[in-house]
């Protein structure tokens, strides 16, 4: 992805609607997952030398992705088949626990005509960067108009993770957003991903014509951005490796907005620029 001091002409991706998927009750699937789960579990652990929390992980709400990105769609409400995206991109951190639905066959099934779907993962908290990439990517080559991106945050696993810090989900969560492509083959605008002393340039070229700046949790301890005329800024809720400044995008007003991640671990910064609509209590 390019990564250049100067911001790039061309189109960026416009927010159509957005669902956000927030559960509350703790008490989740209500019980130890099957008994053939735990056994793919415990085989796991033996195999990497690690081992499956007990108490830990029975105890936890033991949402499977698949149920969080349903609930993100609920959220977002029924489409249209001209409303519907032709390509449909997942994206998360946190592995699942549980492997007997896919979640990108799930997306198909509920989604109007046959959109292309699928998952990216590996790439830490900047999944959804590299997923929406993606995603425009094929809208630009195969003349679509369309995309939808889904991002889950599931805080149920088997094994030991990362109990704090940026990797760290503490609850489960998932953001859909429907977006439009207007742009045809011409370029992408306001995207960048890379070292950070080589994205933070562009990143700072694409804020100066921003309205809004969706922080990710790694922007909280730098690299350091000053903050520009006229840019609000909001700041992803801890907790929430991915969805946490996705889900900034909440109520936000209309105008252009840079969401902007760093993953300190990767020692890369992601950023991008979605339109946002306009309209009264913002972004729903």
């Known amino acids: 992805m390019p990564a250049t001091a100067d911001a790039v002409a061309g189109t960026v991706p416009r927010l159509l609607r957005a669902g956000w998927y927030r559960p509350t009750d703790q008490r989740g699937l209500r019980g130890a997952p099957r008994p053939a789960v735990q056994e793919v579990h415990r085989r796991t652990a033996e195999l990497y030398g690690t081992r499956v ?23 977002l409400g029924p489409l249209t088949p001209a409303e519907a995206p032709q390509v449909a991109v997942l994206a998360y951190t946190t592995p699942d626990f549980e492997h ?41 080559r195969s003349h679509w108009d369309r995309l939808l991106l889904v991002v889950v945050d599931q805080s149920s696993q088997p094994y030991p993770g990362p109990a704090s810090g940026q990797y760290a989900a503490e609850h489960d969560s998932a953001v859909a957003l429907l977006l439009a492509w207007d742009g045809g083959a011409s370029p ?87 339109e946002l609509p306009a309209g009264e209590g913002g972004v729903r």
């Open 188 to 274: 992408v605008a306001g995207m960048g991903q890379g070292r950070a002393d080589r994205a933070l340039p562009g990143l700072r070229a694409d804020l100066s014509g921003a309205a809004l700046l969706a922080a990710g949790t790694g922007l909280a301890a730098g690299p350091g951005l000053a903050p520009s005329p006229g840019t609000r800024r909001r700041d992803a809720e801890p907790g929430l490796p991915c969805t946490g400044v996705w889900a900034a995008l909440r109520e936000a007003p209309g105008g252009p907005a840079v969401i902007a991640d760093y993953d300190h671990e990767l020692d890369r910064l992601a950023h991008c620029t979605l």
């Open 53 to 75: 929390l007990r108490e830990g992980f029975t105890d936890s709400p033991l949402r499977p992705t698949p149920r969080l990105a349903a609930g993100a769609l609920d959220a």
């Open 100 to 140: 007997t639905t896919l979640t990108a066959s799930l997306l198909q099934h509920r989604l109007p005509g046959e959109p292309l779907c699928f998952a990216v993962s590996d790439q830490g908290v900047l999944a959804p960067f590299t997923a929406l990439r993606i995603a425009v990517e094929y809208a630009r």
